[in-house]
Structures are given as structure tokens and as C-alpha cells.
């Protein structure tokens, strides 16, 4: 029997279970560039046996990331089954995101934390809940865990959807170095290493990316990344220092109207306005501690980070202005502050094992300044609004896990989150100080397993915060009419039943049917390149997955992700893809050739992109392969990414926008951003 408080093998990595999930602490940070042939596949680890709290989370460790071909860093998160990260601008702004009959805009209701420190960001100049992982270094990722649903006590705002953690790597047992190239002027290069210093482990890591892509306006991307870590002790007993820097610089070609493309105004790899595009950068500090002992575990983690964009966008041309054109730019600069404590009491009531957690967590904003502007060509023509804003969040939590008997577990859980909005506004009446309160009940049963068979009960309330600006503003700052006061908390709830299946040897699936509510949807309005709250929100679906080791040298994985989104007034949910399919085939061959290869595909169906329905974007199918040859110190890799040249969309929108010489009104079009013609990347590493 498994007890509460041990450290249990699974599938070749350690899990160290507390109560709320399986997270994963690795007693011996193996690395990335571990030699192949000693390499077992079999660490997707979604079937968790008798971990799991839900059907709708699991882990995936290095093993299968450093066998996926990536266009995108974002591209990461769709190892959480029925995740779509797609990209409608230049490659350093952050991914729009699908999940769930979600369009998450930029992570509205899916939050991701990279070793503990949170990546979205509320109040943002672009979108709330903001997720760039653009400062990830994708060789350094150790481990994703993930959880579907609003249905854990320990993470709160943007999870209604569901909720990532993305680890690092401590310590590399080989350095690696890295450089790779591609068509479109596409050039990366790594160096990492670690090195024993004093008592602890130094490990550090830089990257560089040049790309200009294949738009007929060069995407001129240069982005540069840094990351250092010490780390004292294991999993068990440990301090871990941590400090990263992102800076990057783009041109962008974004969304670009059908009917230029067919009037052959500009090709589909084309642009209306060449001077969109931004910076972004990002510099993080943290700090992890931990100490688990046989009846008791504690972790606490502190961060602190500042932020900043420059975004450059035109989305409908020159609907607004005929004269200067509808160039927006919006602007954050922000400083971070924050810290999260956890701990957990492994108890036995009589026979019953018992895990109960409490745990607290603050946050503090502080945005010196969050703005839109209208520009020509990136020169500032007027000022829309300008806010200096301080939002503060405070969070309690505790959770009670029972091991009933072998059969049967049960979780209870309860959130309460405190916030406070203070908007310094440029107009006084847009100015204010709000705070609320939000109190988030969870219930989860655990039955099994039978003939290898988990089964699942989930339920809870979540939520999601909404832009401080919209909180306290009374008029609008173009017009001068009263404006409604959003919600500052809308609230979710959500309900899952599912199984997980492992009785077929190699094969693990999982089946999950869901339902969900959201209080208030988010839209996006093209005419101000951001989004609106609106009417609540049902959504409902399921998703079958399956990973199947076919042989010691073959993995085989599909997924399939099937949803529904409806306002509660009647009208589908804009953007709200209604299927997903993932599948791929990752290989190793036998130790003698030492050949691997990856072919993965990606599909996500035709979605509406008006609340009547009438119109739809087409559907989107990508096939990516990766290849190579691993020689124990070197390894040469081939990246082929949209082998079959698909032309879909990478996304689109419906709304009016206006080019020269049409009605002033606007012409309401599909507008859309094309997935990139095939390319092909090639790389060598080095290890010493």
C-alpha cells in the first residue's frame, strides 16, 4: 500500500505526494542530454495509479519534451491534452491559447507558474491573465505538471480552465551546447552547464534566437535569455536560488484581412500596416525552500520580478483614423512581488491515512504604468489612457485528503482570495479603490481501482479576476459616456466525472467528461485590439487520451478533445474551438543505430467566430516531424516543421476593418494569421 508522506517509484521518476496532486520534486535532476539508449520512454506518467485526483491531470517529464518539434516556446503546453497555442503576431508576443471551448485569449483562464513563480499577469496592457513564456529556455524543462478544471484548493485566479507547473532543471550531469539553423534566416544557439560550488550546485544556461521568418515584412526577432540556479540539498531537505532575464525585440506581421489576400492586394504571407511589433523583457528572482520530513512536509517559495512590453498593433486599419490608420500602442512596466507557504500534516485516523494542508499566498503588482496610445508608425499621436495601478492579492487555503480504505479516497478543499484594486488614473473618474473577497469550495471522490481501473468525482468553484482599469472606470476615456463597472471576481464552476485505465500492459487511458460555468466571458473587440467582458458562460465536453509504449523503442500517444461553448442567453462563445486532436509517434531505435525520430500531429476543427454561428474559421492541421542521430557526446537533429505545407489558418477573427478606398463604415471580414509555410531546422549538440 502507498503511504501519505513517502516518496514512491513511478515509471522511473520520484513523486512525493501532499494531498492536493502529484508534484513532482526529482531526487536526482537527470539530464536533458542523457544518453538515448539508456532512455525509457514511458515518462508521459499520465496514469499516475492511485495518485491522481482527477482524470484530468498528470506529468510529463523531459523525455517526451526534448522529443517534441517546436515552432513556439508556448508550444510546450500542449502536452496538457486538448491545449491549443497558436499565434496571431510577431514571436515575442505571448500565444493565444484554446483549452476547454476556451479561447484564453493570453491566459485568462489558464494559469502557469515556471519553478513557483507566476507567469500571468492581471491588469495588462494587452490582456488580462497575460501568459508569455517567451523567457523559457524549452532544454532546461524538467517536468510539466498539469491539472484540468477549477477543481484544487492551492492555485486560484486565471485556473478556471486549468493550471500548469513548469520545472527547471538543478543540476545537468553533462554541459551541453547547442547551435541550430533553419530557413528564414532562423539561427539559436545554447550553452548550459552545472558545477559543484561549496556545498551546493551552481547550474546556469544562456540562449540567443534570430529569426525573421517568412513574411514578406522580416519578423527581425532577437531574443536572449539567461538562467541561474544554486541549489543546497535534495527534494527532501533543500534552498533553492534562482534568477533569469529575458529581453526581446520584434517585428510582427499580424492578423491580415481574407479579402486582400483574394483581391491579391498582398499575399497571405503579407501585411497591411510593417511597423507593428514591440519589446518585451522580463527579470526574475526566487527562491525555493523545502523540508519534508516522515509525518510533515513544508514549502515555501518567494519571487520577485520586474516586466515590461511595448506592443505596436493595427487590427482594423483604417476604420478609426482614414487619415493616420488604427495603430494602437500599449505599454506595461511593472514591478512583482510575492510568496507562497504550504504545509502539510500526514496523519492516521485509526486505519484511515490522512493528509491536511494549509497554505497562504501574497501578491503584489506594482504597475507603474499600463496604457494605450494611438501611433503612426510607432510615433505617439494621442494618449487613450494612462493608470498607474497597485493590486494585491491575499490567499488562504486547506485541503483534507482521506484514504478511506483501499478503495476509495475522498478531498475536500476550501479557497478564500482577497483583493485590492487602487487605480491612479490620468482622469480622475476612471480612478478608484475596490476591493472583494471570494470564497472557493472544493469536493473530489477517488474510487479503485478495479481490473486496473481509477474512477473520478470532481467538483468546484474557481474564478478569475478582471482588469483593475475595468473595475473602477465610470466613462469611457475616448467618448466621455458612463461606462458599467465590471465585476472585479467572476466566478466559475465547474464539475468532472472520469477514469483512468491501465489494463492493457503499456497502454494507459484516460476518459473524462466535464461541464463548466463562468460568470462573465471575455470577448475579444477587434476596433480596440483587446477584450470586453460579456454574459455568462456553459461549456461542457470530453476528452479520451491514450499513451501506449508499444515496444521498448516505440511510444505511441492520441488525444481527443471534444467541447461546446454557449452563452447562457443562447449564442456560441466567439473563438471557442470545439475540436482537438493531438497524436503523435515518438521513437528510439534499438542501442545499435542509436536513430530517434518524433512525427506528431495537430489538429483543431473549424470554430464560430460570431455568436450566431454563420461564421466559421476553417480547421487547422499541422504535422511536424524531428529526427536525428545520437553518437553518446554529439548529436546532430533535422526539425521539419508543417511537413505537408498546410496553408490553414493559425487563427482568425470576424469583425469590420477598413482599408483604403473602402466604405467608412468598415467591411466585416474574416481577418487571420496563416501557419507558417514548411521549414526545415537543423542542429548539433555538443555534450562535455
Avoid at 339 to 363: I, K, M, P, S, Y
Avoid at 582 to 600: D, H, V
Amino acid at each position: 500500500m502507498k503511504k501519505f508522506g513517502a516518496f514512491f517509484l513511478e515509471g522511473g521518476a520520484r513523486f512525493f505526494f501532499w494531498n492536493k496532486a502529484v508534484y513532482a520534486h526529482p531526487v536526482e535532476s537527470e539530464p536533458p542530454t542523457a544518453e538515448l539508449d539508456k532512455i525509457n520512454v514511458t515518462e508521459r506518467a499520465e496514469d499516475l495509479a492511485e495518485l491522481a485526483v482527477s482524470a484530468s491531470q498528470g506529468r510529463v517529464s523531459y523525455i517526451e519534451l526534448d522529443k517534441r518539434p517546436l515552432l513556439r516556446i508556448g508550444e510546450l503546453l500542449e502536452v496538457v491534452p486538448g491545449m491549443i497555442a497558436t499565434q496571431h503576431s510577431g514571436p515575442g508576443k505571448a500565444n493565444q491559447y484554446f483549452l476547454r471551448g476556451f479561447n484564453l485569449d493570453h491566459g485568462t483562464d489558464f494559469s502557469t507558474n515556471i519553478d513557483g513563480i507566476p507567469m500571468n499577469l492581471p491588469t495588462h496592457a494587452h490582456g488580462q491573465g497575460y501568459l508569455d513564456l517567451n523567457s523559457l529556455i524549452p532544454e532546461m524543462v524538467e517536468s510539466i505538471t498539469f491539472q484540468k478544471g477549477p477543481y484544487y484548493a492551492d492555485v486560484g485566479d486565471f485556473s478556471s480552465a486549468g493550471n500548469a507547473r513548469i520545472q527547471t532543471f538543478n543540476r545537468l550531469s553533462q554541459g551541453i551546447a547547442k547551435l541550430a539553423v533553419g530557413e528564414d534566416d532562423f539561427y539559436r544557439g545554447l550553452f548550459a552547464d552545472s558545477s559543484q560550488l561549496g556545498k551546493g550546485e551552481l547550474l546556469y544556461a544562456g540562449e540567443f534566437n534570430f529569426y525573421n521568418g517568412p513574411w514578406v515584412h522580416p519578423n527581425d526577432g532577437r531574443r536572449y535569455k539567461g538562467l541561474i540556479k544554486y541549489t543546497l540539498g535534495d527534494s527532501a531537505q533543500g534552498l533553492t536560488l534562482l534568477g533569469s532575464a529575458y529581453h526581446g525585440r520584434w517585428n510582427a506581421t499580424d492578423q491580415i484581412p481574407q479579402r486582400a489576400v483574394e483581391q491579391g492586394l498582398i499575399s497571405r504571407l503579407g501585411t497591411i500596416d510593417p511597423t507593428d511589433g514591440g519589446g518585451s523583457s522580463r527579470y526574475s528572482l526566487g527562491l525555493n525552500w523545502r523540508h519534508h520530513r516522515a509525518n510533515s512536509s513544508t514549502h515555501i517559495t518567494a519571487y520577485g520580478f520586474y516586466y515590461d512590453l511595448d506592443l505596436y498593433s493595427n487590427f482594423t486599419f483604417f476604420l478609426e483614423d482614414p487619415l493616420n490608420g488604427d495603430q494602437i500602442y500599449q505599454k506595461d512596466r511593472r514591478w512583482v512581488a510575492g510568496t507562497e507557504a504550504e504545509h502539510t500534516w500526514f496523519l492516521a485516523w485509526g486505519d484511515r491515512e490522512v493528509a491536511n494542508t494549509v497554505g497562504l499566498q501574497f501578491r503584489h503588482d506594482a504597475i507603474g504604468e499600463v496604457g494605450l496610445f494611438h501611433t503612426r508608425a510607432r510615433e505617439i499621436l494621442n494618449t487613450v489612457r494612462s493608470d498607474q495601478v497597485h493590486q494585491s492579492r491575499v490567499s488562504w487555503y486547506g485541503e483534507s485528503e482521506i484514504k478511506w480504505n483501499d478503495k476509495f479516497r475522498s478531498v475536500v478543499g476550501l479557497r478564500g482570495d482577497f483583493y485590492n484594486f487602487d487605480v491612479n488614473s490620468r482622469q480622475p473618474e476612471n480612478g478608484g479603490d475596490r476591493t472583494d473577497f471570494i470564497a472557493s469550495p472544493k469536493l473530489s471522490f477517488i474510487l479503485g481501482p478495479w481490473a486496473k481501473t481509477e474512477y473520478f468525482i470532481n467538483g468546484g468553484y474557481g474564478f478569475h479576476s478582471n482588469d483593475a482599469r475595468g473595475v473602477t472606470t465610470t466613462v469611457d476615456p475616448e467618448t466621455g459616456m458612463p461606462l458599467k463597472q465590471v465585476n472585479p471576481l467572476v466566478r466559475s464552476k465547474g464539475a468532472e466525472v472520469g477514469l483512468k485505465n491501465w489494463w492493457i500492459p503499456g497502454l494507459t487511458t484516460t476518459l473524462a467528461v466535464w461541464y463548466l460555468n463562468l460568470g462573465s466571458e471575455l470577448v475579444f473587440v477587434g476596433d480596440a485590439g483587446t477584450t470586453e467582458p460579456s454574459g455568462s458562460s456553459h461549456r461542457y465536453g470530453v476528452e479520451l487520451t491514450n499513451a501506449y509504449q508499444l515496444t521498448s523503442w516505440l511510444m505511441l500517444d492520441a488525444d481527443f478533445a471534444f467541447s461546446k461553448a454557449k452563452f447562457a442567453g443562447g449564442g456560441d462563445v466567439p473563438n471557442s474551438l470545439g475540436r482537438v486532436i493531438s497524436a503523435g509517434a515518438t521513437m528510439n531505435w534499438p542501442t545499435n543505430t542509436r536513430f530517434f525520430g518524433a512525427l506528431r500531429l495537430r489538429h483543431y476543427g473549424n470554430s464560430p467566430l460570431t455568436e450566431e454561428g454563420n461564421v466559421k474559421a476553417r480547421s487547422t492541421t499541422v504535422l511536424n516531424l524531428k529526427a536525428g542521430y545520437n553518437a553518446k557526446q554529439w548529436e546532430i537533429m533535422l526539425d521539419v516543421l508543417n511537413l505537408l505545407n498546410s496553408e490553414d489558418p493559425d487563427i482568425a477573427y470576424f469583425y469590420d476593418s477598413r482599408l483604403p478606398g473602402e466604405p467608412s463604415s468598415g467591411v466585416p471580414d474574416i481577418l487571420f494569421h496563416p501557419v507558417i509555410p514548411r521549414s526545415i531546422r537543423g542542429s548539433v549538440v555538443v555534450r562535455f
